[in-house]
């Protein structure tokens, strides 16, 4: 009998990625997803997998609608994608972001543990639980000290989930991702933000791209290697916490360098933090400008992983280059808008 799979947040980057790979290892897919007047199934689409995946309702607000669900999928394997993830967002709307990336995790888990205590969680933990620099590179035993309200609610659910664990004997896991990225990303992130306006830019789409903070540093990989990570979280003999990251950091203005030059630009800077200004060298037109409105009011500006613990025990490397992963991003774009295909 096929393995069946439960994946909350189905309808955002991770979910399509992750929902894919299972089909091609014949698990059953349920996707949950937030009921709202227009269903959002567009990535599952581009993966080609939308029909595939089977939809459940779900809201991780709702005690017993969660309930419902599980006793009607009784799920192998349970993977908790779903959360309000925009950091900046969060401190806009700190109380619903625990009410979801917190609270939500623990109405999952006790559901879970009423219905099928067997069954293998995953939960959606994140870097930003490291926030302000601690150690480099950061690993499973670096101390926690997130910087916003969705750090802040991400470290609660991991302490929940290992609570679990140990307190019932249930297979959960806690992987600790890096940013990963894709040309499924959503726009609100900053990788997808710089690929997609430089896209419009170049077809006279679009004037300039603003931006925040250029100096941040992130570690990022590319979101198809890291749903592989998930799974083979869960194909473990028990529940443990994983790191997954490539090792390498850059800046958000490497980023949006590199991004230029898949683009066809080159960029020169002028002027130093809100003043700052990038040009392309060859027709001195203005790309780039700093706006200090998206400046965040806690920042994290350090992020690298350690990934040795998940390369050892679970066999796991990522496969695509900072570069790669940039001009994957870029030429995605850049054929979406000459396609005259609407960005999301
Ligand atoms: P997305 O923002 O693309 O997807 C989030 C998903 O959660 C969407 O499907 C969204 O539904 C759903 N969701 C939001 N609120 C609720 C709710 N109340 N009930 C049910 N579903 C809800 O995130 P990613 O795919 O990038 O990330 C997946 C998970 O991994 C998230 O938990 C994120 O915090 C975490 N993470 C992501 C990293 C990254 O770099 N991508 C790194 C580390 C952790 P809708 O489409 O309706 O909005
Ligand atoms: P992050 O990703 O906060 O790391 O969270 P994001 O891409 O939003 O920000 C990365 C860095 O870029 C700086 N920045 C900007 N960010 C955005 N969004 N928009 C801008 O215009 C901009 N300009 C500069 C930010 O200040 C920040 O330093 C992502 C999410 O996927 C989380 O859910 C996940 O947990 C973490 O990655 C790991």
Known sequence: MARKALITGV??????????????????????????????????????????????????????????????????????????????????????????????????????????????????STSEMFGKVQEVPQREQTPFYPRSPYGAAKVYAHWITVNYREAYGMHASSGILFNHESPLRSMDFVTRKVTATLARIRHGQAQVLELGNLEARRDWGFAGDYVRGMWLMLQQPEGGDYVLATGETRSVREFVERAAEAAGYHLTWEGEGAGTRGFDRTSGRLLVQVNPALYRPAEVDLLIGDPTRARHQLGWAPTVSFDQLVEMMVRADMDRVARGVPLR
């Open 11 to 124: 309808t955002g980057q991770d979910g399509a990625y992750l929902a894919k790979l299972l089909l091609e290892q014949n698990y059953e897919v349920y996707g949950a997803y937030r009921r709202s007047a227009s269903a959002n199934f567009w990535r599952l689409a581009e993966l080609g997998v939308e029909e595939q995946v089977r939809k459940v309702p779900l809201d991780l607000l709702e005690l017993s609608n969660i309930q419902r669900v599980l006793e009607q999928v009784r799920p192998d394997e349970v993977y908790n994608l779903a959360a309000q993830s925009f950091v900046g967002l969060s401190f806009e709307m700190p109380v619903y972001t625990a009410e979801v990336d917190a609270l939500g995790v623990t109405r999952l888990l006790e559901a879970l543990r009423q219905v099928r205590p067997d069954a293998r969680f995953y939960q959606a």
